[in-house]
Nanobody, 112 residues
Framework: QVRLVESGGGLVQAGGSLRLSCAGS????????LCWYRQAPGKERELVAL?????YYGDSAQGRFTISRDNAKNTLYLQMNSLKPEDTAMYYC????????WGQGTQVTVSS
């Protein structure tokens, strides 16, 4: 059984940083494309960053967020710097191409 568990969310002031983690079990990270998505209330789910053959960042993440993975620990990370209030959302990790397995999400709230 595949399980993805996100952590690291919280409340932070604008300009601050957070590091999200996604721990996987029942899945081999090395063999999978891994992504971070986010969804704000009333908005569609948005791809934030992808780690696969290479890395990809959505426009909102470019230059501020960094996706990385530790395959030995089966853990995916998202380092988020220079956070803005518009980054407030539930953040999800996903595995597979197309994304097949999803975590339950971790809430990020950025205050102005």
């Amino acid at each position: 059984q595949v399980r993805l568990v996100e952590s690291g969310g919280g409340l932070v002031q604008a300009g601050g940083s957070l590091r999200l983690s996604c721990a996987g079990s029942g899945i081999i990270f090395t063999s999978n494309r891994l992504c971070w998505y986010r969804q704000a209330p009333g908005k569609e789910r948005e791809l934030v960053a992808l780690s696969g053959e290479g890395t990809y960042y959505g426009d909102s993440a470019q230059g501020r967020f960094t996706i990385s993975r530790d395959n030995a620990k089966n853990t995916l990370y998202l380092q988020m710097n220079s956070l803005k209030p518009e980054d407030t959302a539930m953040y999800y990790c996903a595995a597979g191409s197309p994304p097949t397995y999803w975590g339950q999400g971790t809430q990020v709230t950025v205050s102005s």
